[in-house]
């Protein structure tokens, strides 16, 4: 039932930015930790980001202290503000939602190019 939709991929020169965002269709945003994940170009997915229903937020350890992940609960949305952006950074950045209650449930969206010229 819930729909992820990511946007704000694009193209971009290394050293520059970008903000991606996925909004959510579930009205009960908030009680859904987020996720950013991303798969380069011939390897497998990976996670690059997460934020628990608390505000803790966990980072890949390449990413550390270049990008940031954030959530507005009122726009049922998560951002990741993308900055230093290098060549390595290519992929396909996917949202991902996740509840935990009497089982697990767990939500993706389509994806997002992001492509970082050197």
């Known amino acids: 039932q819930v729909q992820l939709v990511e946007s704000g991929g694009g193209l971009v020169q290394a050293g520059g930015s970008l903000r991606l965002s996925c909004a959510a269709s579930?009205?009960?945003?908030?009680?859904?930790?987020m996720g950013w994940y991303r798969q380069p170009p011939g390897k497998q997915r990976e996670l690059v980001a997460t934020?628990?229903?608390?505000?803790?937020?966990n980072y890949a350890d390449s990413v550390k202290g270049r990008f940031t992940i954030t959530r507005d609960n009122a726009k049922n949305t998560v951002y990741l503000q993308m900055d230093s952006l290098k060549p390595e950074d290519t992929a396909v950045y996917y949202c991902?939602?996740?509840?935990?209650?009497?089982?697990?449930?767990?939500?993706w969206g389509q994806g997002t190019q992001v492509t970082v010229s050197s």
């Open positions: 991902n939602a996740k509840l935990i209650s009497s089982a697990l449930f767990e939500y």
């Open positions: 579930t009205s009960v945003f908030s009680r859904y930790a």
């Open positions: 934020l628990t229903r608390g505000g803790t937020a």
